[in-house]
Nanobody, 123 residues
Framework: QVQLVESGGGSVQAGGSLRLSCTVS?????MGWFRQAPGKEREGVAT???????MYADSVKGRFTVSKDSGKNTMYLQMDSLKPEDTGTYYC????????????????????WGQGTQVTVSS
C-alpha cells in the first residue's frame, strides 16, 4: 500500500509563496497535486511523471512548479504569486498510470492519496 504524507501548507497574503512537500513510501509512475476549495469539486493542479514530464492546470501555469527529489521519495509544489483563488485543501496523489503529456490526468486515475494540507491566501 502506497502511503503519502503532505506538509507545508499555511496562510499567506496574496503575492506570497509557499512550498508543499509530499513524501511517498515507494516510487510510483506518476504523482500529482490536486486541490479542493470549499463547496467546489476537486481539481487538478499539476502532475509529475517518473520521466520528469510535468503538466499544469492553466490557472497555475507560470506560478507553480512541481519537482521531485528521488533520493528522498519526495515531491514538491513551489507556489509563487499566490492568489486568493488558490485557497483550498491541497492533496498529493500517486498512480501506476502513465500520466498524459497532452492533458492533465484526472483524479479518478490516482489510487493513492495523502491526507491533505490547507493553503489559505488572503487578499
Amino acid at each position: 500500500q502506497v502511503q503519502l504524507v503532505e506538509s507545508g501548507g499555511g496562510s499567506v497574503q496574496a503575492g506570497g509563496s509557499l512550498r508543499l512537500s509530499c513524501t511517498v513510501s515507494e516510487s510510483t509512475t506518476c504523482m500529482g497535486w490536486f486541490r479542493q476549495a470549499p463547496g467546489k469539486e476537486r481539481e487538478g493542479v499539476a502532475t509529475l511523471r517518473e520521466d520528469s514530464k510535468t503538466m499544469y492546470a492553466d490557472s497555475v501555469k507560470g506560478r507553480f512548479t512541481v519537482s521531485k527529489d528521488s533520493g528522498k521519495n519526495t515531491m514538491y509544489l513551489q507556489m509563487d504569486s499566490l492568489k486568493p483563488e488558490d485557497t483550498g485543501t491541497y492533496y498529493c496523489a500517486a498512480t501506476s498510470v502513465w500520466c498524459s503529456d497532452v492533458v492533465l490526468t484526472a483524479s479518478r486515475y490516482f489510487g493513492y492519496w495523502g491526507q491533505g494540507t490547507q493553503v489559505t491566501v488572503s487578499s
